[in-house]
């Protein structure tokens, strides 16, 4: 038991590394890429990527008449495509850190939706504080930009908030789905992602100029097999193991590693508001997800 939870925790910290550097090649990849485009080829790859993988690990498809189709076409248009847009729409428009902060509010956005839908994860006391402090760290930062006029700003971090209320309900989706395989599901959510995405992208973006510069593309095939491709395996593996509350916390600290690299790689330098909302909503997060280990008995 105790070597299958340890596992649980090194596929939980490999995604943390994934989703938190994903931010950084979004903002490259969007230099040059509109957002909707940008889904759509991230998406495209991410198909290409998990189709070999499960040709790989022997294993097939469910029959199209099986329900999980159906449950995998609303986790892969909701809980992938549209925000996929969403935040790479806030990514050319704000810092990579700053959206990275916004998509850490997706576990207290859990945390209300699994109270209110899954028996097994009720809020407590805790939890509700938890999830108040995040909420906080969410006015602080979009407020300031309303506040000083700057709506377009204010606009991108609020699609950026928004894309992290679609994981959420993907998360609590995916736990009530139909059960197949990690590497299965992962598959059939990326592929009807991609139809969704590029549906949308045909219908309201112009085709991105051919060739497109070497760091986007490098970003957006990166995006694709790894942050979105290879790490819906573990998604998918660990919210079936361990409940969408669990699968959250992997966003504990990757908007910390997202900010690093924005700083560190981009130069980026974002203001006092988003180091307050990241220590309000970490904060929120933790109170929320992370429960407290029981006293020890007397003996």
Same mark, same amino acid.
């Given at each position: 038991?105790?070597?299958? +939870?340890?596992?649980?925790?090194?596929?939980?910290?490999?995604?943390?590394?994934?989703?938190? &550097?994903?931010?950084?090649?979004?903002?490259?990849?969007?230099?040059?890429?509109?957002?909707? %485009?940008?889904?759509?080829?991230?998406?495209?790859?991410?198909? !290409?990527?998990? =189709?070999?993988?499960?040709?790989?690990?022997?294993?097939?498809?469910?029959?199209?008449?099986? =329900?999980?189709?159906?449950?995998?076409?609303? !986790?892969?248009?909701? $809980?992938?495509?549209?925000? !996929?847009? #969403?935040?790479?729409?806030?990514?050319?428009?704000?810092?990579?850190?700053?959206?990275?902060?916004?998509?850490?509010? &997706?576990?207290? #956005?859990?945390?209300?939706?699994?109270? *209110? #839908?899954?028996?097994?994860?009720?809020?407590?006391?805790?939890?509700?504080?938890?999830?108040?402090?995040?909420?906080?760290?969410?006015?602080?930062?979009?407020?300031?930009?309303?506040? &000083?006029?700057?709506?377009?700003? +204010?606009?991108?971090?609020?699609? /950026?908030?928004? $894309?992290?209320?679609?994981?959420?309900?993907?998360?609590?989706?995916?736990?009530?789905?139909?059960?197949?395989?990690?590497?299965?599901?992962?598959?059939?959510?990326?592929? %009807?992602?991609?139809?969704?995405?590029? $549906?949308?992208?045909?219908?309201?973006?112009?085709?991105? +100029?051919?060739?497109?510069?070497?760091?986007?593309?490098? /970003?957006?095939?990166?995006?694709? &097999?790894?942050?979105?491709?290879?790490?819906?395996?573990?998604?998918?593996?660990?919210?079936?193991?361990?409940?969408?509350?669990?699968?959250?916390?992997?966003?504990?600290?990757?908007?910390?590693?997202?900010?690093?690299?924005? *700083? /560190?790689?981009?130069?980026?330098?974002?203001?006092?508001?988003?180091?307050?909302?990241?220590?309000?909503?970490?904060? $929120?997060?933790? !109170?929320?997800?992370? /429960?407290?280990?029981?006293?020890?008995?007397?003996?």
């Amino acid at each position: 038991m105790q070597s299958r +939870a340890a596992f649980d925790w090194v596929v939980m910290a490999v995604l943390v590394a994934i989703w938190g &550097s994903g931010f950084a090649f979004l903002k490259v990849a969007t230099e040059h890429i509109d957002p909707l %485009w940008t889904s759509a080829i991230r998406t495209g790859v991410a198909t !290409l990527t998990l =189709a070999v993988a499960l040709l790989a690990q022997g294993q097939r498809l469910p029959p199209l008449r099986h =329900a999980a189709w159906r449950a995998y076409l609303f !986790l892969g248009a909701v $809980g992938m495509a549209i925000p !996929l847009g #969403f935040f790479a729409y806030a990514s050319q428009r704000t810092p990579s850190a700053v959206v990275a902060i916004c998509n850490g509010a &997706s576990p207290i #956005f859990t945390g209300v939706l699994a109270h *209110m #839908f899954l028996a097994g994860d009720r809020l407590t006391p805790r939890k509700t504080l938890g999830i108040t402090v995040g909420f906080a760290g969410l006015i602080v930062l979009v407020g300031p930009r309303l506040a &000083s006029g700057a709506t377009v700003e +204010a606009l991108a971090l609020s699609a /950026a908030i928004f $894309g992290a209320l679609l994981y959420a309900i993907s998360n609590v989706a995916t736990r009530v789905a139909p059960h197949v395989s990690a590497s299965a599901g992962a598959l059939m959510m990326v592929g %009807w992602a991609f139809v969704v995405a590029l $549906g949308l992208a045909i219908a309201f973006e112009a085709p991105p +100029a051919w060739p497109i510069p070497a760091p986007s593309l490098a /970003a957006v095939l990166i995006l694709g &097999s790894v942050s979105t491709g290879l790490s819906n395996i573990g998604y998918v593996f660990l919210v079936q193991r361990r409940g969408p509350l669990f699968m959250s916390m992997s966003i504990y600290l990757a908007p910390l590693i997202a900010t690093g690299l924005g *700083m /560190a790689a981009l130069g980026e330098r974002p203001g006092w508001p988003a180091f307050v909302a990241l220590g309000l909503i970490l904060g $929120g997060v933790a !109170l929320a997800t992370i /429960a407290p280990r029981p006293a020890a008995e007397p003996a």
